[in-house]
């Protein structure tokens, strides 16, 4: 049986992911997120909910443009420190190690740890609540190559060791459990 709780938000998991923003050459920080996602294929579109409090929110409303990068197990210490303190107060690149990496199509630096790095360019800013909510166009995907099968090209997330993040914890992704269509997938 279940119980019934007040309203709140219980969609886990989710990725835990840094969010780079400002400029390669002058200011920038990193923002950890979790409340992101795919809000649309065609046009390729994706948000992220952030704090007005937050310093990063500024300078994400003033550059209307950011980095989406996608974490690892080898990442989740810097991705946890980045969402506890703040850019006000601290270097985040300095502090954690991370490498800002020049962004092809965006002036925000990329993290060159991460395996997928997604520049965006805000297109609409909706205040939520507690979270604004940044409605942004993809402008380019970059890909660490170490994960790109040199025979078919394709780029294998699962080998990354991505991590998740549910109600307080990070968590390593497990063991695939099927793909897409494998429930009506004909036996051969």
């Known amino acids: 049986m279940k119980q019934s709780w007040k309203p709140g938000t219980m969609v886990y998991p989710l990725p835990a992911a840094l969010v780079s923003c400002g400029d ?44 989406l990068n996608l974490t690892t197990a080898a990442m989740a210490k810097a991705t946890d420190w980045c969402g506890v303190r703040s850019g006000r107060d601290y270097d985040k690149w300095a502090q954690t190690g991370l ?52 025979d078919t090209g394709a780029f294998d997330l699962a080998a990354s060791g991505l991590i998740a993040y549910a109600h307080g914890g990070y968590y390593p992704l497990g063991e695939k459990i099927g793909g897409f269509g494998f429930s009506v997938k004909k036996k051969k």
């Open 24 to 67: 390669y050459d002058g200011e920038s920080n990193l923002l950890t997120v979790a409340w992101t996602g795919t809000i649309c294929t065609n046009p390729p579109m994706l948000y992220i909910s952030v704090r007005p409090e937050r310093y990063s929110h500024s300078i994400i409303r003033r550059n209307m443009e950011f980095t």
């Open 99 to 150: 490498t800002p990496e020049r962004g092809v199509k965006v002036a925000s630096p990329a993290i060159a740890e991460s395996p997928l790095s997604i520049e965006c360019r805000v297109r609409e800013i909706i205040s939520l609540g507690s979270h604004d909510m940044f409605i942004a166009d993809v402008l380019n995907v970059m890909a660490d190559s170490r994960y790109i099968d040199p």
